[in-house]
């Protein structure tokens, strides 16, 4: 038996997940909490974003069920020894990336390692070369003369799976779509082919067939090649890329969970009950927000480094201990970001509590915690929406600032950050190491794109000064 | 206004002291001096004679807040919290844990720090201005719409890409600069063109979509509509009072930030090795050197306090309707 091991992150970000499932079965039933979310589908940017950021987010998902493999049974079978290893299930179904590690660096596609060794001829001479790669383009029997029509016969075939795929999805859409509006399938499809529907599903259609044919490139390539090269241990670029997506998730959505809270009660309480309690309040956050952050967070993570490296029995395994130090960022980073929605939130309430509703709750006798949950609550949370979107990609890009300054992830953590800190080095070698640094940009930069664009339309969604206009 | 200005002083000085305790809670009282000297010292092998000797020599031997071994004054004076604390608001920040004096370096990495800081800020203000405005008088058109997704585009990118490319691109490739390093005088400009370009095409993004929602959120008020209808040129309402007007909030943005350019940029100062007060705290986190960082935190919230009272101040410079009471 596998045994599953729950992480602290894994744990909240299945939190999260369930609020946000249980939040959209509740929305489902209201039509003015549904309204927006439609209109933030209608535009085309950000429903195809969201294809987007959904597939960033499934892989994140995958990445965080971890287990760890049972040993080899040493026979008196009382007790089983588990690995060291914590593997998630995105590590069992991209598989041979994880395990074909080369020696060292190898460019993308190569079927040769990128450094020179001393190889040994059959007839005793000691040549000094490039040695083929022990996994990528193994198969091929001259890697000069095959190497290019086997690239191009696997992308061919991924095309060619990608059609079928692709167009199952379409008619499954269409046959939903004709159904609900009751106007048959033909039609339907007629509709979505032309961009007529209301939702821009063939914009979608054509985000998500270009995901696919991406995934099965990678699928078809991958099983042969390292796609984007090999690191300094020989570990593959693609996988790391991959395994780096669920740090910039968890970084850029529990932070916000973490800090939604205080932010959230501190900044209706203080607009709300005024007096001393709104001076404290303001007392706190503005001191929080005098420090300089990364210094804060600097000498917070620096103090848990201190506490780790102290307390090393806590830990059982390295990836657990990485875990704590990425929850403790978040939590950290939380404590420097939640001034600027707590500070909003204030205003907001400050001016509700004014409003003619709210009097008249208070005149009905209406105690103020009802007030406060049932009538402005409700009324602050597209600020409190917009702040949590639009915060998410500034914290995926602070990951990669903080990993460079030394107190982001921990090292042994997959993450852009640590890979660009990497490349660093790497780009001043002669030749140039480039994949790496490439990588982790298009990885990052598709994320970040596809967030910002999809809280702008949120923004425009949910914002009532910028709808009235 | 002097009364004002005296006020917003002694307000700040309460945050101070907050910000004091807050930073020395996390320094010393979550971690106790031993733990400090333990991680210096290495985790393994470590005699109780060789910590007591680590902390005597960097003065963390005393106790944290009562000293009951002094008498009078010193039960007080002679502990941690007044050695390193108290004396911060003295801006004595006393020495680093390798034994420099802190003061002294931070006067001498000032100034690097500031000739990559202003220039950076005079030109990416002009640029971003510039763009904003292009974008805010061809406003709905294609112009602005792909001038706002470029904003959008530049804004994704990480600016630790900015650097890495910006540097191997002119530095290494095109080789028109030198890669990092600097001098001081007048050789310093070669070394600092390319973190001032860099700095400023990274800021691009954000900045100017931002400064055009202010241009926008000018050119819908009735006072434009007003300077169109009596028969004004586009241009020359643009000039003259939208862009006059849109000011008002860049430029208390920016006075904001003013007192924070002595802390330099982490980033920009690390990647091209300048001797500045950024690369200075980045040195301080990798050495984990407790006494720097502590006084860089407290020069920060200084310094972003006066930057609070200084945006107070400039807006009763730049706009009339303001009165402090």
């Not at chain 2, 400064?211 to 926008?216: A, G, H, I, K, V």
């Not at chain 2, 434009?224 to 009072?241: C, Y």
Request: glycine fraction near 8%; hydrophobic fraction near 50%.
């Amino acid at each position: 038996m596998i045994k599953p091991v729950i992480l602290w992150t894994d744990a909240l970000i299945f939190l999260l997940l369930t609020a946000v499932i249980v939040f959209s079965v509740y929305a489902r039933g209201k039509p003015h909490l549904r309204a927006p979310w439609q209109h933030v589908l209608r535009s085309r940017i950000a429903a195809s974003s969201l294809v987007i950021l959904l597939a960033f987010i499934t892989t994140g998902l995958l990445d965080s069920l971890h287990f760890r493999l049972p040993l080899a049974d040493n026979g008196n079978g009382k007790q089983t020894h588990y690995a060291v290893e914590v593997l998630s299930v995105l590590d069992v179904l991209v598989g041979p990336l994880r395990t074909r590690v080369e020696k060292t660096y190898s460019a993308p596609f190569s079927t040769h390692l990128f450094t020179r060794e001393n190889i040994e001829q059959p007839d005793g001479r000691v040549l000094r070369d490039f040695p083929r790669l022990e996994y990528a383009g193994s198969h091929l029997a001259d890697p000069a003369r095959d190497r290019g029509a086997d690239i191009l016969k696997r992308s061919a075939m991924a095309s060619l799976q990608t059609l079928p795929a692709a167009s199952l999805l379409l008619f499954g859409i269409a046959l939903l779509q004709g159904r609900r509006n009751g106007q048959g399938t033909h039609a339907a499809l007629r509709d979505i082919l032309q961009g007529r529907t209301e939702i821009p599903w063939r914009v979608i259609l054509v985000t998500q067939s270009l995901l696919l044919l991406l995934l099965l490139l990678a699928v078809n390539l991958g099983s042969a090649y390292h796609i984007l090269g090999t690191d300094k241990v020989g570990q593959d670029v693609l996988y790391q890329s991959l395994k780096s997506i669920r740090t910039g998730l968890v970084i850029g959505t529990l932070t916000t969970l973490v800090m939604l809270p205080f932010a959230v009660l501190l900044g209706i309480l203080a607009g709300y009950a005024r007096g001393w309690i709104d001076d404290v309040v303001q007392y706190v956050y503005t001191t929080l927000n005098s420090i300089p952050h990364v210094l804060l967070i600097a000498a917070a993570i620096l103090m848990l480094q201190v506490y780790i490296a102290n307390h090393p029995e806590l830990f059982e395994t390295t990836v657990e201990r990485a875990d704590i130090r990425l929850l403790f960022l978040c939590i950290i980073l939380g404590i420097t970001s939640w001034t600027g929605l707590c500070r909003l939130l204030r205003g907001e309430s400050l001016k509700l509590r004014e409003a003619e509703y709210i009097q008249a709750a208070q005149s009905f006798g209406v105690s103020h915690g009802r007030i406060i949950t049932r009538h402005i609550l409700p009324n602050v949370m597209h600020v409190v929406l917009i702040t949590v979107v639009l915060d998410f990609s500034g914290l995926v890009l602070a990951e990669a600032v903080l990993s460079y300054v030394g107190v982001g992830v921990d090292p042994t953590m997959n993450s852009w950050g640590n890979m660009i800190n990497g490349a660093r080095l790497e780009m001043a070698r002669e030749p140039v190491v480039w994949w790496s640094l490439l990588s982790a940009f298009l990885f990052m930069f598709a994320l970040v794109l596809a967030a910002n664009l999809f809280s702008d339309a949120v923004r425009d969604a949910f914002d009532p000064r910028l709808r009235a206009r | 206004m002097f009364a004002y200005i005296i006020r917003r002083v002694a307000y700040a000085l309460p945050i101070l002291i907050g910000i004091n305790i807050l930073t020395f809670y996390l320094f010393f009282v979550v971690n106790s001096p031993d733990d400090m000297a333990r991680l210096h010292l290495g985790m393994k092998r470590v005699t109780p004679e060789a910590i007591e000797k680590w902390k005597g020599s960097h003065g963390y031997d005393k106790p944290l807040f009562v000293n009951h071994a002094s008498s009078g004054p010193g039960q007080l004076i002679d502990t941690i919290f007044f050695d390193k604390s108290v004396k911060l608001f003295a801006f004595d920040f006393g020495t680093s844990d390798d034994g420099r004096d802190i003061s002294f370096d931070i006067r001498q990495r000032m100034l690097p720090s500031l000739a990559i800081a202003i220039p950076s800020l005079i030109i990416g203000l002009l640029v971003n201005i510039s763009f904003a405005l292009l974008m805010a008088f061809f406003r709905g058109t294609y112009v602005d719409v792909s001038g706002v997704v470029l904003c959008v585009v530049l804004m994704s990118i990480s600016a630790m890409f900015y650097i890495i490319g910006g540097q191997y691109l002119l530095a290494k490739v095109l080789r028109l600069v030198p890669i990092s390093g600097f001098e001081s005088g007048l050789d310093a400009i070669k070394f600092i063109v390319l973190p001032v370009v860099i700095g400023v095409v990274s800021g691009i993004g954000s900045g100017s979509r931002w400064y055009r929602t202010f241009f926008l959120e000018e050119a819908g008020k009735d006072y434009v509509r007003t300077a169109r209808a009596k028969g004004l040129a586009e241009s020359l309402v643009m000039f003259r009072h939208i862009l006059r007007n849109a000011l008002i909030p860049i430029v208390t943005g920016v006075v904001a930030v003013l007192p924070l350019l002595f802390m330099g940029s982490l980033l920009l100062e690390s990647f091209f090795a300048v001797p500045g007060l950024g690369s200075y705290t980045i040195d301080a986190i990798n050495n984990q050197d407790f006494a720097i960082v502590r006084a860089m935190v407290f020069l920060g919230s200084v310094l972003y306090i006066i930057g609070l009272i200084m945006v107070d101040i400039t807006y009763t410079l730049v706009d009339p309707r303001v009165r402090l009471t």
